[in-house]
T-cell receptor, first 114, second 114 residues
Framework: NAGVTQTPKFQVLKTGQSMTLQCAQDMNHNSMYWYRQDPGMGLRLIYYSASEGTTDKGEVPNGYNVSRLNKREFSLRLESAAPSQTSVYFC?????????????FGEGSRLTVL | KQEVTQIPAALSVPEGENLVLNCSFTDSAIYNLQWFRQDPGKGLTSLLLIQSSQREQTSGRLNASLDKSSGRSTLYIAASQPGDSATYLCAVRPQGGATNKLIFGTGTLLAVQP
């Protein structure tokens, strides 16, 4: 059982380049999330998708777009990367909060923008 | 606004010692509280989830307690081992508003010395 899988694990971009981070979960979870983790800032929510076909902004959505392709997959796109987007990005999934809401994370994607 | 605080930021203990990690939150209106472990360069692994109606949860050498009225949770680790060395994060899922939004603390870095 793979859980939450993210690709790529590492990426280096130049300022202005675009890229998409991919995430897939095999736990049949309705909700999926994208977080970024920065030293001293903790984990901050970028976007989330409560269910297939819906997406909502989190705390720090500027500079990002997302697509909930189907129930399994939730991608994060940087259209024009900036050095401030250098971070570790985590995808997560969960069952609805009304059940347990327990969150499961992927291994992370480490992005450096030069 | 819900805020989550973890003190201390770092802790070093000798192997075999019992220890307590602290998590405090400012708003008691929560669905649940979840404890995670993060190893260097890795994703977050769920350790324990406590629903708002529960007082504690146990898994092996780990015991997590929840006191909503005082806005506190503790993670007790019995007979610590060097393999327990990691960053431990707590997160609360607030009631009301965007219920999908977990609020994370910045973590406690634990080092267990052999």
């Amino acid at each position: 059982n793979a859980g939450v899988t993210q690709t790529p694990k590492f990426q280096v971009l130049k300022t202005g380049q675009s890229m998409t981070l991919q995430c897939a979960q095999d736990m049949n979870h309705n909700s999926m999330y994208w977080y970024r983790q920065d030293p001293g800032m903790g984990l901050r929510l970028i976007y989330y998708s409560a269910s297939e076909g819906t997406t909502d902004k989190g705390e720090v959505p500027n500079g990002y777009n997302v697509s909930r392709l189907n129930k399994r997959e939730f991608s994060l796109r940087l259209e024009s990367a900036a050095p401030s987007q250098t971070s570790v990005y985590f995808c997560a999934s969960s069952v609805p909060a009304i059940n347990t809401g327990e969150l499961f994370f992927g291994e992370g994607s480490r992005l450096t923008v030069l | 606004k819900q805020e989550v605080t973890q003190i201390p930021a770092a802790l070093s203990v000798p192997e075999g010692e019992n220890l307590v990690l602290n998590c405090s939150f400012t708003d008691s209106a929560i669905y649940n509280l979840q404890w995670f472990r993060q190893d260097p360069g890795k994703g977050l692994t769920s350790l324990l989830l406590i629903q708002s109606s529960q007082r504690e949860q146990t898994s092996g050498r780990l015991n997590a307690s929840l006191d909503k009225s005082s806005g506190r949770s503790t993670l007790y680790i019995a007979a610590s081992q060097p393999g327990d060395s990691a960053t431990y994060l707590c997160a609360v899922r607030p009631q009301g508003g965007a219920t999908n939004k977990l609020i994370f603390g910045t973590g406690t870095l634990l080092a267990v010395q052999p």
